[in-house]
């Protein structure tokens, strides 16, 4: 059986690592997976030294991770660069975890309203018509894809973490809920909005929200 604490969840650190790096050190997990909004002023690995080597660290993108930047090129371009779980399902602990980076956007899809755009390939085409050159900007690289949800949903995981929220919450979005359920998830972790709550969605799905900077176990409860 998988023990509670194999496995911790990082809620937006917004440049504060102290409380993960202490986390680590007392409960020595497998593995940390930290759920979006780093705020890095310098590359991922500089704040997190001290643990790097004695846990592995996977990590998915929040909306603050694009903007400035400096910020995106500080998580995207850093040493742990090939930890990211978005769009992945990764065995870690003898949990199969997916990951589910970025925001619903407005311009592209905002559940459950119908998508703007059903993928990168195709804005790229339609947008670069008008204007050159035709790489999307770091606002676009933000948004939750319908063509890659839809590419995630078709995976099966015991764990899905997100920065956006399910239906769980008032600012949540029924489009999570969907891919909970189609993963066949037992559990869902999110961050962004910065509030510790279980609870349980359809099929039994528990939820869990995790505060910003709070570190909790594979039970939900705060370390
Ligand atoms: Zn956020």
């Known amino acids: 059986m998988t023990k509670k604490r194999s496995v911790l969840f990082a809620g937006d650190p917004h440049g504060n690592f102290a409380p993960l790096i202490s986390a680590v050190k007392q409960c020595q997990p497998e593995a940390v997976v930290l759920l979006g909004d780093y705020d890095l002023k310098k590359p991922l690995q500089d704040y997190i030294q ?101 590419q995630l949903k078709k995976l099966k995981a015991d764990i899905l973490v997100t920065h956006e929220a399910p239906k769980s919450h008032k600012h949540g979005f029924i489009a999570i809920d969907q891919l909970a359920e189609a993963m066949g998830v037992k559990q869902v972790f999110h961050g962004h909005l910065h509030e510790h709550y279980r609870t349980e969605i359809r099929q039994g799905i528990e939820v869990v929200g995790v505060r910003d900077a ?10």
């Open 50 to 150: 001290s643990i790097i080597g004695k846990t592995k660290i996977w990590w998915i993108p929040g909306n603050h991770d694009f903007d400035p930047p400096e910020h995106y090129h500080n998580l995207f371009s850093s040493q742990l660069s090939g930890q990211s779980l978005h769009l992945k399902v990764i065995n870690i602990a003898g949990l199969r975890i997916a990951g589910l980076g970025g925001i619903f956007l407005g311009r592209v899809w905002y559940p459950p309203y119908s998508p703007k755009w059903q993928s990168k390939k195709h804005f790229i085409q339609v947008s670069s018509e008008f204007t050159s050159p035709s790489a999307l900007s770091l606002k676009y690289k933000s948004a939750i894809w319908p063509e890659e949800w839809a």
């Open 214 to 223: 709070q570190i909790v176990d594979l039970f939900g409860e705060e370390v």
